[in-house]
């Protein structure tokens, strides 16, 4: 099981979730046998998921992330649902390109800057609601960011990340949302922008103990944060 924490500050004006997914990334691994930027790709957008699973309201509200890039590991999908169950799927499991310029598994390289997000949400109506994004940068928790800006029209920073070792077992993976309210005044936003510029990578938040409710209390820090809820979250 991997463990997620919500908190929302005193006041109501931001709300964070995180969540850590490490078990859940391993366990995608394990079924797709997905080679290291693949499964941090793959990894990256079912924790996503399973992030924004957790915001639905209906017991059997669920909804689907789909990335189609122009990149070799193909079409990426991830399914989650309000009870915290997640799966995925890769077109291409096993993608062997050179590290970034950074030094690091090319996660837009492997999935490709030109193509589309798209979203649909199962929330029990009579047609699903649907909605498609341009990919932005291919690392995925940008464009995901980018799908609440302009689909939701929500303010929100999603930080997601995946470590891989080197034998391909995952090390460690996690990933964050942290979502504005209506009524957020510019000191808030100015201390949400404040604490995520301090803010290591999310898998070595994870990496080094740190539990989704320390993330979230960082993440709202100088906001008297309080904790709303834990859940479970499983490959299913």
Known sequence: ????????????????????????????????????????????????????????????????????????????LAVADSAGHVKAYVENPVVEIPLNKLGKLDVAGAVGTNGTLSVVKDLGMKEPYCSQVPITSGEVAEDITYYYATSEQTPTVCGLGVLVNPDLTVCSAGGFLVQLLPFADEACID????????????????????????????????????????SEVSYF
Do not use: W, Y
């Open 1 to 76: 099981m991997s463990n997620l924490a919500r908190a929302i500050t005193a006041d109501g004006s931001a709300v964070a979730l995180a969540l850590n997914s490490t078990e859940l990334v391993s366990r995608i691994e394990q079924i797709h046998t997905t080679s290291a930027v693949t499964t941090a790709a793959l990894g990256r957008l079912a924790t996503g998921a399973g992030l924004m699973g957790a915001m639905l309201k209906g017991e059997r509200d669920s909804l689907t992330l789909r990335m189609q890039g122009n990149g070799p590991a193909g079409i990426l």
């Open 191 to 230: 201390l949400i922008e404040e604490n995520l510029k301090d803010l290591p990578p999310v898998s070595e938040l994870f990496r080094t103990g740190m539990t989704p409710e320390q993330v979230c209390m960082r993440l709202l820090q100088g906001m008297e944060p309080n904790l709303l809820d834990e």
